[in-house]
């Protein structure tokens, strides 16, 4: 992506996947492609107020995990008993502070459960009925179990339980990265992982340093695929460690991991910014993404090479 030294800038992703040209109807992509610019206009909206970045991700992917189309909040694809077990992470770059929340089932916006254990908690990450408890506790919403439960994901788990599909539809997760006009970084992440998961499984989106990372001294980044191989690479904060220690441009440390990823067997993408750059990089034949800066660009893609 185009080099910007200063101003702000906003990243956002909707999962990375199977996805060749032609899998996606026109309607469906319209979908998409509205509820990408609609999460992009909920961080623009924070950002050109002049607003943190990590106010600006936590709202990006806030109005992510609403739109059922994304596998994160409302919509979240299901376990193998077919629950939504949800997982999410956010960092603030400046202080490198983190909250992370992992098998939620009942807090609306696990992202904002994450935010809650950043700010008011001395600890980095709650997992379970606890976590969902002290998301009550601070007042977030909670609802039934069932709000994060669409036909769609129903008839997903079905196909692949049965074998129908290998590996139907797995693209997923959700993140936002940010730079705001004070050069601050930050970074967030949000999923319900893997389709017909096993009941407790987790996946990189919770893990700060995988799915997630953020450090004014280097880059944001969010990730998006095959958990388990963004867990072992170290994805996020290898990424940060290649821009910083070896002065790689976001692009070029964004490659670098995901053939590292790829040589684990993995598949997925990663969104970055560092205090001059962004990148948007899979090594899927697509990712759902939008880029927004403070210069007026504002973008959605979908397939690789867009
Ligand atoms: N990347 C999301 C997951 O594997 O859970």
Redesign the pocket.
């Known amino acids: 992506m185009a080099s910007q030294a200063s101003g702000w800038r906003l990243v956002i992703h909707g999962g990375a996947g199977v996805m060749p040209r032609g899998s996606i109807s026109p309607e469906e992509e319209a979908d998409y492609r509205k509820g990408l610019m609609t999460a992009l206009d909920a961080g623009i909206g924070i950002l050109t107020a002049g607003g943190l970045a990590i106010d600006a991700v936590q709202a990006a992917v806030v109005a992510l995990e609403n739109d059922p189309n994304f596998?994160a909040g409302h919509g979240a694809v299901l376990n193998r008993d077919g629950l939504a077990e949800l997982?999410a992470s956010i960092m603030d770059g400046r202080e490198r502070k983190a909250g992370a929340v992992a098998q939620v089932r009942t807090v609306k916006n696990p992202v904002l459960a994450a935010r809650l254990a950043m700010d008011t908690t001395p600890h980095v990450m709650f997992a379970g009925r606890e976590a969902d408890d002290l998301a009550a506790a601070g007042g977030l919403e909670i609802v039934d179990p069932a709000y994060f439960v669409t036909p769609k994901r129903v008839e997903q788990l079905k196909r692949v339980m049965a074998g129908e599909v290998k590996a139907w539809d797995r693209r997923?997760?959700v993140g936002a990265v940010a730079r705001d006009s004070h050069r601050n970084l930050a970074a967030a992440?949000s999923?319900?992982?893997?389709v017909a998961?096993a009941p407790g499984?987790?996946?990189?989106?919770p893990v700060i340093g995988a799915?997630t990372y953020a450090d004014n001294a280097s880059a944001a980044v969010s990730?998006?695929?095959?958990?388990?191989m963004?867990i072992r690479a170290g994805v996020a904060r290898m990424i940060c460690a290649r821009v910083e220690l070896q002065g790689m441009s976001a692009q070029e440390a964004a490659d670098v991991t995901l053939t590292d990823v790829r040589s684990l067997g993995g598949a997925?993408g990663v969104i970055v910014v560092t205090k001059d750059d962004a990148a948007m990089a899979m090594n899927t034949d697509g990712m759902f993404r939008g880029e927004a800066d403070g210069a007026g660009r504002k973008i959605t893609a979908i397939y690789a090479g867009e």
């Open positions: 596998n997982d997923g997760t992440t999923t319900g992982g893997m998961k499984r987790i996946g990189d989106s799915g990730a998006t695929g095959h958990g388990e963004f997925g």
